[in-house]
């Protein structure tokens, strides 16, 4: 599963910038891919379960402009990040809800996602982002 996930998220990668043509190179590097266009460095930590390790691993990375943490669209997933909300509430993170089998996805930056919601009502407003696919 991880393999088809990183191959999946860098077909993404490649797919997003057809016309800004500014990704110069993708590195896969273990379970991560290191994103660099011309004007910056990305990365993408490919986790197809969430865990508590992903955040040691974030810590890490601040040489990067963005951060992505592409995981597979799942319940399991989904209640981790209910779960431990204010642990995924980092600056210039995003997170990508992959379904490789049906090619949809769904995006979340929960830093300003925190900052648009009612916090009593995260769970609510997370299951409803999910609830459209």
Do not use: C, G
């Not at 300003?112 to 999910?130: G, W, Y």
């Amino acid at each position: 599963m991880s393999q088809s996930l990183i191959e999946w998220s860098e077909q993404y990668f490649k797919h997003r910038d057809i016309i800004e043509k500014k990704l110069k190179n993708i590195n896969k590097k273990d379970n991560s891919l290191i994103l660099e266009y011309k004007d910056d460095k990305k990365i993408a930590l490919i986790k197809p379960v969430l865990d508590k390790e992903l955040f040691a691993n974030l810590k890490e990375l601040k040489d990067y402009a963005k951060k992505y943490v592409i995981t597979s669209l799942s319940e399991t997933n989904i209640d981790f990040l209910i779960a431990n909300w204010k642990l995924f509430l980092i600056k210039d993170m995003i997170l990508m809800f992959a379904d490789i089998k049906s090619n949809n996805k769904v995006l979340l930056n929960p830093y300003v996602h925190n900052m648009i919601s009612d916090p009593d009502n995260i769970e609510k407003a997370v299951r409803t982002l999910f609830e459209q696919k």
